[in-house]
């Protein structure tokens, strides 16, 4: 399988080349040059297991890992130990328990890995990939980020100890909940470096932007990504919807919808590839927060990215985007492939701009992918928390609750809806007690976490710090 750029500007490359890359050279993003078809093998998978089923699929875009190692990968990354904190212990050897609140309606629960949200689920594969790859070459990578909370923390606990890679993370100093910070900056691993940066989460990602835009050091000193545009974290997320239709159908004629919470369009995207592989997937539903760029696009064909200025603060977020990266992967396919027309879309966005589908003939082929949307606010948040404990005494986190609230207004009689579960109430517990009054119950092993000893460099935001650190590092 080779992959090609939305912006048709890069050659042809093998996913391993594409592996450990962020961008196409052109600025754009690869995929697949085509979607290999389940067709018949639909039958076959039903009865896998998740790191089989893992395997099938990815053996399908990953044509340059001879089968038997990436065997060995998908068996290493989804175990019933690394996903271990389900609501039902046991239940952990699914890998992503289904929870049926009623009669086709059910949470896919994607956020039992370490650190309890589904960026897990993509993050643990590629630390794995990564770290194959560069043994294979003998090289070495430092990855540099800027977090907010869930990215650094998923990305963290995948690169912890794995050979040739160093995490350098930039986090905004005293921004994240105590129990992100702790999970984070209590992490003994030597090849993992927090730098908290005096200032706000988009000072640290104008650092990150900064130092990857010297090109004489990033190459020198082999700086990578592991952000949301990485097509590796896309394909690994593609298992899990072929997983839940699965767990909530009993064959293969049947329909499905899906609600996925959703910031940076990756996830939701993944289901978007299942479907056209053929995963019967009867309806997409996106669900955003007060962060509504996504739900306006699916309603009226604008796509209007917002300034960073404009994006509002909420209590989910892990959604809270002004400009949804991935999405363009999806416009891609929705005008047909032609890469020409992605250039000058997004040569509007890239300056600040929007573009709109108006009625032409975009517009007409938009209904047939399957997507509806809405969106959540703060009082909706803590209304479902509250619900959904009260009715089936379960504790949803405030991104699943963005997701109920809008999985509810696009159910359809005898279509299982499955609302992906992003996160663990544990990760949010101020809104949780703001919703319920009482604290999020905390598995056992993790009592404590916030009293360790932390580690942790306090810097001002300035690209040379961030640079003196990687050089003293290496
Ligand atoms: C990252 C994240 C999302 C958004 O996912 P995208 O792939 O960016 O759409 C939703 N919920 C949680 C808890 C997250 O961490």
């Known amino acids: 399988m080779k992959y090609v750029s939305t912006r048709g500007g890069a050659q042809p490359q093998e996913f391993c080349d594409i592996l ?9 993003l690869y995929l697949p040059e085509s979607y290999p078809p ?28 001879p089968a038997a190692d990436l065997k060995a990968i998908c068996d290493k990354t989804y175990t019933a130990q690394t996903y271990r904190w389900s609501r039902d212990p046991a239940k952990a050897r699914d890998i992503v328990p289904l929870t049926t609140l009623e009669t086709d309606f059910h949470l896919l629960e994607l956020s039992n890995g370490p650190t309890l949200a589904f960026k897990d689920m993509a993050m643990q594969l590629l630390g794995n990939l990564f770290e194959y ?3 294979q070459r003998g090289e070495a990578i430092n990855i540099l980020g800027a977090t907010s909370g869930d990215t650094g923390s998923a990305a963290e606990y995948a690169m912890r100890g794995k050979h040739g890679v160093r995490v350098f993370m930039l986090s905004p100093d005293g921004r994240m909940s105590a129990f992100q910070r702790a999970q984070m900056y209590s992490l003994k691993d030597a090849n993992i470096f927090n730098i908290a940066v005096r200032g706000m989460f988009d000072d640290a990602q104008d650092i990150v932007k900064a130092v990857s835009n010297d090109a004489e050091f990033k190459a020198k000193y082999k700086i990578g990504a592991v952000n949301s545009i990485n097509w590796a974290r896309v394909a690994a997320q593609i298992v899990y919807y072929f997983k839940g239709y699965f767990e909530a159908t009993r064959s293969n004629d049947e329909e499905v919808a899906f609600c996925v919470p959703s910031g940076n369009f990756g996830n939701i995207c993944a289901g978007h590839i299942a479907r056209m592989m053929g995963l019967p997937i009867a309806r997409l539903v996106l669900a955003t927060n007060e ?19 404009e994006t509002h603060v909420t209590s989910s977020p892990s959604m809270d985007i002004s400009k949804a990266s991935n999405f363009e992967r999806f416009m891609f396919d ?16 890239d300056a600040g701009g929007s573009f709109g589908l108006a009625d032409g003939p975009f517009a007409a082929r938009l209904p047939a992918y399957g997507f509806v ?18 009715r089936y005494g379960l504790m949803i986190d405030t991104h699943t609750a963005d997701g109920v609230k809008v999985a509810r207004e696009h159910c359809v009689a005898g279509v299982p809806m499955i609302v992906l579960e992003t996160a663990q109430a544990l990760k949010f517990a101020e809104t949780i007690r703001e919703a319920l009054g009482r604290d999020p119950v905390r598995p056992a092993e993790l009592d404590g976490l916030e009293n360790l000893p932390q580690r942790v460099e306090l810097v001002d935001a300035s ?4 640079k003196r650190i990687v050089v003293r590092e290496c």
């Open 20 to 28: 450990l890359g962020g961008l196409a050279p052109d600025g754009g």
């Open 38 to 65: 389940v067709g018949e093998r639909l039958a076959a998978w039903r009865q896998l297991s998740y790191a089989e089923l893992a395997f099938e699929i990815l053996s399908l875009y990953v044509t340059d890992i």
């Open 133 to 135: 790859v560069l043994d």
């Open 291 to 309: 962060n509504d760029v996504l739900d306006e696009f699916f309603r009226t064909g604008v796509y209007r990215p917002r300034a960073t200025a």
């Open 334 to 349: 929705l005008v047909g492939r032609d890469a020409a027309i992605v250039r000058q879309l997004w040569r509007e966005v």
């Open 373 to 390: 949307s809405g969106s959540s606010s703060h009082a909706d948040r803590l209304a479902t928390i509250r619900d959904v404990w009260q």
């Open 463 to 466: 690209a040379d710090q961030i």
